[in-house]
């Protein structure tokens, strides 16, 4: 069964506007870790940010911000002022379990266009 | 602190024929993981090593394997290639009690 879900194939924003990439997620473990990943068409995988099942706060890194609503099992990735260097594949992923990751299972991604 | 390094960076070979990917985690990590990203089927967890032991190992067939050596670097190796084994193998690494795991370039393996 699919785990991570990510709806959206494709997104268009222009420069310096905020775009939000959509993540639902479906567990029945109480502690999870929900993790993005930005990947250039290069192929790396580049992580950007990271939420806990337990934290309370909603994670910010710069301009990056993850919008967790756990009773929707959404974790929403938020760019503010979106940068031409941000086209790039955006993948979701989870990994379950305490302790130290163990394995993550990712969305199919969603491919972000930043036009000019 | 330098990443994760993989290598080759590209690899090709025939259908039958063995291949071995490279994979050095970060200096301290101790766990390594090695993901598939073929086309179409998205990423795929492949094996977990820890500690030079296996931890977890993903829906993949036998002739998929590895091993972790004592200085915490891994071998991929995939015995008998098929042509739907041509991927992207990406390789990460995770500090002991962490939950991130940070990811290499990657090796492109085509099987002709």
């Known amino acids: 069964a699919q785990k991570i879900t990510q709806t959206q194939p494709g997104m268009f924003v222009q420069e310096k506007e905020a775009v939000t990439l959509d993540c639902t997620y479906d567990t029945s473990d109480p502690s999870y870790g929900l993790f993005w990943y930005k990947q250039p068409s290069s192929g790396e995988m580049i992580f950007l940010i990271y939420q806990g099942s337990y934290d309370q706060q909603n994670a910010t890194e710069g301009r990056y911000s993850l919008n967790f609503q756990k009773a929707r099992k959404s974790a929403n990735l938020v760019i503010s002022a979106s940068q031409l260097g941000d086209s790039a594949m955006y993948f979701c992923?989870?990994?379950?379990?305490?302790?130290?990751?163990?394995?993550?299972?990712f969305g199919k991604g969603t491919k972000l266009t930043v036009n000019p | 602190e330098a990443g994760v390094t993989q290598s080759p960076t590209h690899l090709i070979k025939t259908r039958g024929q063995q291949a071995t990917l490279r994979c050095s985690p970060i200096s301290g990590h101790t766990s390594v993981y090695w993901y598939q990203q073929a086309l179409g089927l998205g990423l795929q967890f492949l094996l977990w090593y820890d500690e030079g032991e296996e931890r977890n190992r993903g829906n993949f067939p036998p002739r998929f394997s590895g091993r972790q050596f004592p200085n915490y670097s891994s071998e991929l190796n995939v015995n008998a290639l098929e042509l739907e084994d041509s991927a992207l193998y990406l390789c990460?690494?995770?500090?002991?009690?962490?939950?991130?795991?940070?990811f290499g370039p990657g090796t492109r393996l085509t099987v002709l």
């Open positions: 990460a690494s995770s500090l002991e009690g962490t939950e991130t795991q940070h």
């Open positions: 992923a989870m990994d379950e379990g305490q302790g130290g990751s163990e394995k993550l299972v």
